[in-house]
Protein backbone atom coordinates (compact mmCIF):
# COMPACT_ATOMS: atom_id res chain seq x y z
CA UNK A 1 0.00 0.00 0.00
CA UNK A 2 2.93 2.42 1.16
CA UNK A 3 2.36 5.45 2.96
CA UNK A 4 -0.33 7.98 2.04
CA UNK A 5 1.79 11.26 2.29
CA UNK A 6 4.52 9.96 -0.35
CA UNK A 7 2.20 8.75 -3.22
CA UNK A 8 4.31 6.69 -5.68
CA UNK A 9 5.87 7.89 -8.65
CA UNK A 10 3.46 7.74 -11.92
CA UNK A 11 5.93 8.01 -14.67
CA UNK A 12 8.80 6.21 -16.09
CA UNK A 13 12.29 7.23 -16.73
CA UNK A 14 14.18 6.57 -19.93
CA UNK A 15 16.40 3.39 -19.88
CA UNK A 16 19.48 5.37 -20.33
CA UNK A 17 20.45 8.51 -18.86
CA UNK A 18 22.56 9.63 -21.94
CA UNK A 19 21.05 9.15 -25.17
CA UNK A 20 21.87 12.22 -28.00
CA UNK A 21 18.48 11.90 -30.03
CA UNK A 22 16.32 11.32 -27.25
CA UNK A 23 17.65 14.32 -25.43
CA UNK A 24 17.23 16.58 -28.96
CA UNK A 25 13.68 15.68 -29.16
CA UNK A 26 12.96 16.43 -25.50
CA UNK A 27 14.44 19.77 -25.31
CA UNK A 28 12.28 20.74 -28.69
CA UNK A 29 9.03 19.52 -26.91
CA UNK A 30 10.10 21.60 -23.95
CA UNK A 31 10.31 24.65 -25.94
CA UNK A 32 7.14 23.99 -28.14
CA UNK A 33 4.84 23.54 -25.15
CA UNK A 34 6.55 25.75 -22.35
CA UNK A 35 6.86 22.68 -20.19
CA UNK A 36 8.55 23.05 -17.30
CA UNK A 37 11.39 20.50 -16.71
CA UNK A 38 11.18 16.75 -18.81
CA UNK A 39 9.21 15.07 -16.15
CA UNK A 40 5.98 16.12 -17.47
CA UNK A 41 7.15 14.37 -21.04
CA UNK A 42 7.59 11.16 -19.14
CA UNK A 43 4.39 11.34 -17.83
CA UNK A 44 3.06 11.69 -20.85
CA UNK A 45 4.85 8.72 -22.23
CA UNK A 46 3.71 6.43 -19.60
CA UNK A 47 -0.06 7.64 -20.18
CA UNK A 48 0.33 6.73 -23.94
CA UNK A 49 2.49 3.45 -23.50
CA UNK A 50 -0.47 2.48 -20.94
CA UNK A 51 -2.77 2.85 -23.86
CA UNK A 52 -1.14 1.31 -25.99
CA UNK A 53 -0.46 -1.77 -24.18
CA UNK A 54 -4.11 -2.14 -23.21
CA UNK A 55 -4.83 -2.03 -27.03
CA UNK A 56 -2.46 -4.25 -28.12
CA UNK A 57 -3.88 -7.28 -25.31
CA UNK A 58 -7.02 -6.45 -26.35
CA UNK A 59 -6.80 -6.71 -29.96
CA UNK A 60 -5.11 -10.14 -29.85
CA UNK A 61 -8.70 -11.41 -27.42
CA UNK A 62 -11.17 -9.28 -29.15
CA UNK A 63 -11.95 -12.11 -31.59
CA UNK A 64 -12.85 -15.24 -28.74
CA UNK A 65 -13.52 -12.86 -25.60
CA UNK A 66 -17.05 -10.95 -25.76
CA UNK A 67 -15.12 -8.78 -22.16
CA UNK A 68 -12.46 -7.65 -24.23
CA UNK A 69 -14.56 -6.08 -27.13
CA UNK A 70 -16.63 -4.43 -24.40
CA UNK A 71 -13.18 -2.87 -22.37
CA UNK A 72 -12.18 -1.84 -26.13
CA UNK A 73 -14.95 -0.13 -26.79
CA UNK A 74 -14.44 1.73 -23.20
CA UNK A 75 -11.38 2.50 -23.97
CA UNK A 76 -11.52 4.14 -27.67
CA UNK A 77 -14.61 5.90 -25.84
CA UNK A 78 -12.38 7.39 -23.60
CA UNK A 79 -10.37 8.75 -25.82
CA UNK A 80 -12.60 10.34 -27.73
CA UNK A 81 -13.98 11.92 -24.66
CA UNK A 82 -10.47 13.72 -24.40
CA UNK A 83 -10.50 14.49 -27.93
CA UNK A 84 -7.16 12.27 -28.36
CA UNK A 85 -8.98 10.07 -31.34
CA UNK A 86 -11.74 10.83 -33.39
CA UNK A 87 -15.23 9.00 -33.56
CA UNK A 88 -15.39 5.45 -34.95
CA UNK A 89 -11.97 4.63 -34.21
CA UNK A 90 -9.83 1.67 -33.94
CA UNK A 91 -7.81 -0.29 -31.51
CA UNK A 92 -4.95 0.08 -34.72
CA UNK A 93 -5.30 4.30 -34.25
CA UNK A 94 -4.34 3.69 -30.33
CA UNK A 95 -1.47 2.36 -31.67
CA UNK A 96 -0.42 5.51 -33.97
CA UNK A 97 -0.91 7.31 -31.15
CA UNK A 98 2.61 9.75 -30.00
CA UNK A 99 3.75 11.50 -27.43
CA UNK A 100 2.63 14.97 -28.88
CA UNK A 101 -1.39 13.61 -28.98
CA UNK A 102 -1.24 13.60 -25.20
CA UNK A 103 0.53 16.75 -24.62
CA UNK A 104 -2.16 18.74 -27.02
CA UNK A 105 -4.43 18.22 -24.98
CA UNK A 106 -3.08 19.85 -21.77
CA UNK A 107 -5.21 23.03 -20.91
CA UNK A 108 -1.59 25.43 -20.95
CA UNK A 109 -1.84 24.28 -24.48
CA UNK A 110 -5.42 24.77 -25.09
CA UNK A 111 -5.00 27.72 -22.89
CA UNK A 112 -2.59 29.24 -25.47
CA UNK A 113 -4.56 28.02 -28.77
CA UNK A 114 -8.01 29.96 -27.24
CA UNK A 115 -5.72 33.14 -27.65
CA UNK A 116 -5.84 33.51 -23.47
CA UNK A 117 -2.24 34.15 -23.72
CA UNK A 118 0.54 34.89 -25.82
CA UNK A 119 3.56 32.48 -25.24
CA UNK A 120 2.60 28.71 -24.13
CA UNK A 121 5.06 30.01 -20.88
CA UNK A 122 2.31 32.93 -20.06
CA UNK A 123 -0.11 30.44 -20.11
CA UNK A 124 1.24 28.49 -17.55
CA UNK A 125 1.95 30.82 -15.28
CA UNK A 126 -1.65 32.39 -15.99
CA UNK A 127 -2.86 29.00 -14.82
CA UNK A 128 -0.75 28.48 -11.62
CA UNK A 129 -1.48 32.19 -10.04
CA UNK A 130 -5.56 31.25 -11.14
CA UNK A 131 -6.29 32.99 -13.48
CA UNK A 132 -7.97 30.33 -15.81
CA UNK A 133 -11.08 28.55 -14.83
CA UNK A 134 -13.10 25.78 -17.17
CA UNK A 135 -16.57 26.66 -16.68
CA UNK A 136 -16.47 29.16 -14.00
CA UNK A 137 -14.62 26.91 -11.76
CA UNK A 138 -10.32 27.41 -10.99
CA UNK A 139 -7.88 24.82 -12.68
CA UNK A 140 -4.78 25.85 -11.47
CA UNK A 141 -2.66 22.63 -12.79
CA UNK A 142 -1.32 23.10 -16.13
CA UNK A 143 -1.31 19.48 -17.07
CA UNK A 144 -5.14 18.93 -16.88
CA UNK A 145 -6.46 16.74 -19.61
CA UNK A 146 -9.24 18.96 -21.21
CA UNK A 147 -12.55 17.13 -22.57
CA UNK A 148 -14.18 17.64 -25.61
CA UNK A 149 -16.78 19.65 -23.59
CA UNK A 150 -14.64 21.30 -21.46
CA UNK A 151 -12.37 22.96 -24.30
CA UNK A 152 -14.84 25.61 -25.08
CA UNK A 153 -15.44 26.85 -20.88
CA UNK A 154 -11.61 27.44 -20.68
CA UNK A 155 -11.82 31.36 -19.82
CA UNK A 156 -10.47 33.69 -17.18
CA UNK A 157 -11.74 33.84 -13.50
CA UNK A 158 -14.63 36.18 -12.27
CA UNK A 159 -12.22 37.96 -10.17
CA UNK A 160 -9.15 38.04 -12.52
CA UNK A 161 -7.81 41.97 -13.41
CA UNK A 162 -6.79 39.53 -16.76
CA UNK A 163 -10.67 40.32 -17.52
CA UNK A 164 -9.91 44.10 -18.40
CA UNK A 165 -9.57 44.10 -22.22
CA UNK A 166 -6.41 47.36 -20.95
CA UNK A 167 -4.76 45.19 -18.84
CA UNK A 168 -0.88 44.82 -20.26
CA UNK A 169 -0.50 41.05 -19.86
CA UNK A 170 -3.58 40.55 -21.92
CA UNK A 171 -2.72 39.67 -25.81
CA UNK A 172 -4.23 42.13 -28.38
CA UNK A 173 -7.45 41.85 -29.75
CA UNK A 174 -6.03 41.08 -33.15
CA UNK A 175 -3.74 38.00 -31.42
CA UNK A 176 -4.00 34.85 -32.94
CA UNK A 177 -2.26 31.80 -31.81
CA UNK A 178 0.39 29.84 -33.68
CA UNK A 179 -1.56 26.21 -33.98
CA UNK A 180 0.60 23.71 -32.08
CA UNK A 181 1.92 21.55 -35.33
CA UNK A 182 4.24 18.74 -35.39
CA UNK A 183 8.32 19.13 -36.14
CA UNK A 184 8.77 19.34 -39.78
CA UNK A 185 11.14 16.95 -41.09
CA UNK A 186 13.68 17.78 -43.90
CA UNK A 187 12.38 18.45 -47.50
CA UNK A 188 14.11 16.49 -49.98
CA UNK A 189 16.82 18.20 -52.04
CA UNK A 190 14.84 18.46 -55.23
CA UNK A 191 12.23 20.55 -54.12
CA UNK A 192 14.58 23.01 -52.97
CA UNK A 193 15.29 25.51 -55.09
CA UNK A 194 18.34 28.03 -55.04
CA UNK A 195 17.96 31.51 -54.28
CA UNK A 196 18.43 33.82 -57.69
CA UNK A 197 22.01 35.95 -56.25
CA UNK A 198 21.59 39.76 -57.23
CA UNK A 199 24.34 39.81 -59.29
CA UNK A 200 22.23 37.71 -61.69
CA UNK A 201 20.20 40.26 -64.44
CA UNK A 202 16.48 39.04 -64.34
CA UNK A 203 15.30 36.72 -66.82
CA UNK A 204 13.09 38.15 -69.78
CA UNK A 205 9.43 37.15 -69.81
CA UNK A 206 8.44 35.34 -72.29
CA UNK A 207 6.47 36.67 -74.92
CA UNK A 208 3.37 35.07 -76.13
CA UNK A 209 3.06 33.51 -79.84
CA UNK A 210 0.82 36.09 -81.64
CA UNK A 211 -2.15 34.17 -82.54
CA UNK A 212 -3.02 33.23 -86.61
CA UNK A 213 -5.71 35.36 -86.41
CA UNK A 214 -4.01 38.48 -85.78
CA UNK A 215 -1.03 37.49 -88.28
CA UNK A 216 -4.02 37.87 -90.72
CA UNK A 217 -5.73 41.08 -89.70
CA UNK A 218 -2.24 42.66 -89.84
CA UNK A 219 -1.74 40.91 -93.58
CA UNK A 220 -5.04 41.93 -94.59
CA UNK A 221 -4.69 45.78 -93.85
CA UNK A 222 -1.88 47.38 -96.14
CA UNK A 223 -2.02 50.90 -94.27
CA UNK A 224 0.13 50.20 -91.74
CA UNK A 225 2.52 48.67 -93.98
CA UNK A 226 2.24 52.48 -96.05
CA UNK A 227 2.38 53.81 -93.39
CA UNK A 228 5.99 52.74 -92.22
CA UNK A 229 8.76 54.36 -93.97
CA UNK A 230 10.87 51.44 -95.67
CA UNK A 231 14.75 52.27 -94.12
CA UNK A 232 17.15 53.94 -96.76
CA UNK A 233 20.07 51.41 -97.58
CA UNK A 234 23.06 54.12 -96.38
CA UNK A 235 26.08 53.17 -98.25
CA UNK A 236 28.60 51.36 -95.59
CA UNK A 237 31.35 53.68 -94.72
CA UNK A 238 34.68 52.43 -94.86
CA UNK A 239 36.36 51.67 -91.65
CA UNK A 240 38.75 54.33 -90.60
CA UNK A 241 42.03 53.19 -90.89
CA UNK A 242 44.43 54.42 -88.32
CA UNK A 243 47.43 56.62 -90.09
CA UNK A 244 50.60 55.27 -88.93
CA UNK A 245 53.81 57.68 -88.69
CA UNK A 246 55.42 57.33 -92.46
CA UNK A 247 58.77 56.89 -92.18
CA UNK A 248 61.55 58.26 -94.55
CA UNK A 249 62.81 55.38 -96.13
CA UNK A 250 66.84 54.83 -95.33
CA UNK A 251 69.38 56.60 -97.80
CA UNK A 252 70.55 53.57 -100.16
CA UNK A 253 74.57 53.86 -99.78
CA UNK A 254 76.19 52.45 -103.15
CA UNK A 255 77.74 48.85 -102.42
CA UNK A 256 81.35 49.52 -102.63
CA UNK A 257 82.85 46.88 -104.63
CA UNK A 258 85.54 44.69 -102.67
CA UNK A 259 88.67 43.99 -104.93
CA UNK A 260 88.73 39.92 -104.57
CA UNK A 261 91.64 39.14 -102.29
CA UNK A 262 94.18 38.05 -104.87
CA UNK A 263 94.15 41.88 -106.71
CA UNK A 264 94.95 42.65 -102.83
CA UNK A 265 97.39 40.79 -102.64
CA UNK A 266 99.10 41.77 -105.81
CA UNK A 267 98.55 45.37 -104.95
CA UNK A 268 100.23 45.52 -101.61
CA UNK A 269 103.48 43.75 -103.37
CA UNK A 270 103.51 46.58 -106.08
CA UNK A 271 103.26 49.34 -103.70
CA UNK A 272 105.82 47.79 -101.35
CA UNK A 273 108.17 47.96 -104.08
CA UNK A 274 107.74 51.25 -104.72
CA UNK A 275 108.74 52.02 -101.82
CA UNK A 276 111.98 50.59 -101.58
CA UNK A 277 113.27 52.71 -105.48
CA UNK A 278 112.73 55.94 -104.29
CA UNK A 279 115.33 55.45 -102.04
CA UNK A 280 117.24 54.02 -104.28
CA UNK A 281 116.79 57.15 -107.04
CA UNK A 282 117.76 59.37 -104.28
CA UNK A 283 121.32 57.04 -103.75
CA UNK A 284 121.97 56.69 -107.13
CA UNK A 285 121.71 60.86 -107.37
CA UNK A 286 124.17 61.11 -104.58
CA UNK A 287 126.50 58.93 -106.15
CA UNK A 288 126.59 60.45 -109.45
CA UNK A 289 127.00 63.83 -107.82
CA UNK A 290 129.60 62.75 -105.60
CA UNK A 291 131.57 60.89 -108.52
CA UNK A 292 130.91 63.99 -110.85
CA UNK A 293 132.71 66.26 -108.38
Not at 191 to 200: A, D, G, L, N, R
Amino acid sequence: MGKPKFSRKKYETPSHPWQGDRIKEENELIKKYGLKNKREIWKAQTTLKGYRSQARTLSAKISSDPQAKKESDQLLMRLTRINILPAKSTLDDVLALETESILSRRLQTLTYLKGLASTPTQARQLISHGHIAIGGRKVDVPGYMVTKDEESEISYTTKSPMNDTMHPARPRADFKSAPVKKPETEKPKEEEKPEKSKEQPPSEPATPAAPEEDVKTDEEQPKVETEEKPVEDKPAEPPVEEKTPEIPPAEEKPIEETPPPEEEAEEKPKEETKKPEKPKEKKEQKVDEKGGS
